[in-house]
């Protein structure tokens, strides 16, 4: 498997509270990605990074931003949590070959 | 906005049998990819296969493409009940950093 982690693996939160996740890869990948994954709307990219302090947003970043200082972590914050962000959160790697490589997943619930 | 489709949503067939998972997509690619994720987990690549590609085949998986169409099929063959799982279609049209995504199709194998 490739080195990704993310953390924390679970988490609950209440509105209008901020949110960092992690992501933290060991493969040297310069290509990084957040996703949440909803029912019923399957993978939704929110922010994407193609190398240190190089970032742009995806198809949902409304309310989402994005840190890169080194290649081996990505962080994502949430300003101000909304329930609407309860969601399974994904970061996953890439390098020239175009694969993605997928961490555990982090279970974001915003009461 | 998603690019693939996958079909059907859902397939439940006996162990032993062959599932076949289509997925049709809307602009012209450089590859497309298929995953699989368990309950649960991330994402797992499976299988890549590039424009210029009609075939690929790897141990029981078999992927066909067809450009004209714009679609690509996944054949599981001999399927055991470790197949059960939800499996994505990804296209990349290699003008950035990003796959787009469809919506999934959930696999059950019944033992």
């Known amino acids: 498997d490739a080195g990704i982690t993310q953390s924390p693996r679970h988490k609950v939160t209440e509105t209008g509270t901020p949110v960092t996740l992690r992501c933290h890869q060991t493969?040297?990948?310069?290509?990084m990605y957040w996703y949440r994954q909803d029912p019923g709307h399957g993978l939704r990219l929110i922010h994407y990074?193609?190398?240190?302090?190089?970032?742009d947003k995806g198809e949902v970043s409304d309310g989402y931003s994005v840190s890169r200082s080194k290649t081996e972590d990505f962080l994502l914050t949430l300003e101000s949590a909304t329930s609407s962000q309860t969601s399974v959160y994904f970061c996953?790697?890439?390098?020239?070959?175009?694969?993605?490589?997928f961490g555990p997943g982090t279970r974001l619930t915003v009461l | 906005s998603q690019q693939g489709e996958e079909d059907p949503q859902a397939l439940s067939i006996q162990e032993g049998e062959n599932a076949t998972m289509n997925c049709s997509y809307k602009?012209?690619?450089?590859?497309l990819q298929w995953y699989r994720q368990n309950s649960g987990r991330g994402l797992v690549h499976l299988i890549l296969?590039?424009?210029n590609e009609r075939e690929k085949h790897s141990g029981r998986l078999r992927v066909t493409l067809d450009t004209s169409k714009k679609s690509s099929s996944l054949l599981i063959t001999a399927s055991r009940a470790a197949d059960t799982a939800s499996y994505f279609c990804?296209?990349?049209?290699?003008?950035?950093?990003?796959?787009?995504w469809g919506a999934g199709t959930k696999l059950i194998i019944k033992p």
């Open positions: 990804a296209t990349d049209d290699a003008s950035n950093y990003q796959l787009i």
């Open positions: 602009t012209s690619i450089n590859n």
């Open positions: 296969i590039r424009s």
């Open positions: 493969e040297n990948h310069r290509y």
């Open positions: 990074s193609y190398g240190v302090k190089d970032t």
């Open positions: 996953a790697i890439s390098d020239a070959s175009r694969e993605q490589f």
